[in-house]
């Protein structure tokens, strides 16, 4: 299974989470200008955000994800956004906007430097009271996860157009204050073929403290939620972590 083929089957494993989506709607909707995504991967956000009347621009370096996404706006284009391919602390991303939102998960993939690099540019980026807002796993719960786990099987999707069956299923290792995810894919062929993909992200165990102090100390001041609906974070209880950072 080649890049492209599993950023497809990401897409299509990711489309299926929308809990989400209500929140960066609203977000972008409360902003009045664009909204920048960093790490817009296939654009499981990115195009709900554009189909919802809102100018986003979406950044990633990932050109298997972006072929996924380009696919999609060749089928049907929008005018309303446009896609930089680069590493978020290193691309041409012009303008000023007054929300940058980093959605499921992929702050707590950055190490340290990166972090610092990343609010660097965020806060050349912000409008005046501007908000950059992160979706990540609560550190905390995962801190507390066993050490390593055994695969478990996550969904199966059934593919009416090939008669295809999509199986995913994951699990976990712990290694020195990382915390790393595996997937597995498997399209099941009506005729018995079997396809496996897989794909592994690590995210780093440092504590909402350390999270909240680094931003601070980047120029920060920050609120925490710890749902959707933005009620107050709760460290041992929420699965997410939401950050809502603003210059100070
Ligand atoms: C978990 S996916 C999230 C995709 C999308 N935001 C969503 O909500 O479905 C993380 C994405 O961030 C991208 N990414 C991670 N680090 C990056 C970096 N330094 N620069 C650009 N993209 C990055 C990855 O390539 C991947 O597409």
Known sequence: VDPEQIAELHHQHHAQYTEDMPLWLALAQEATGRTLELGCGTGRVLLAL?????????????AAMLSV??????AQPRANMSVIEGDFTEAAVSGEFPLIIMPCNTYSTLDADMRQKTLARVKTWLAPGGRFV????????????????EPEMELALDDPATGATLSVSS?????DGWLRFDWVY??????????????STRHELAGWTQLAGELEDAGFRVDAWGDHTRKAFDADQDANLIFCAQCV
Do not use: Y
């Not at 809102?54 to 950044?59: F, H, L, N, T, Y």
């Not at 979706?135 to 507390?144: F, G, T």
């Open 50 to 62: 554009a189909d919802a009347g809102i100018e986003v621009v979406g950044v990633d370096h990932d």
């Open 69 to 74: 996404l380009r696919r999609q706006l060749k």
């Open 134 to 149: 992160a979706s990540l796993p609560n550190p905390a719960l995962l801190a507390e996860l066993e050490a390593e786990s």
């Open 171 to 175: 699990g976990w290792a712990r290694e």
């Open 186 to 199: 498997d399209l099941l062929h009506p005729d018995g073929r079997v396809e496996r993909g897989t794909a």
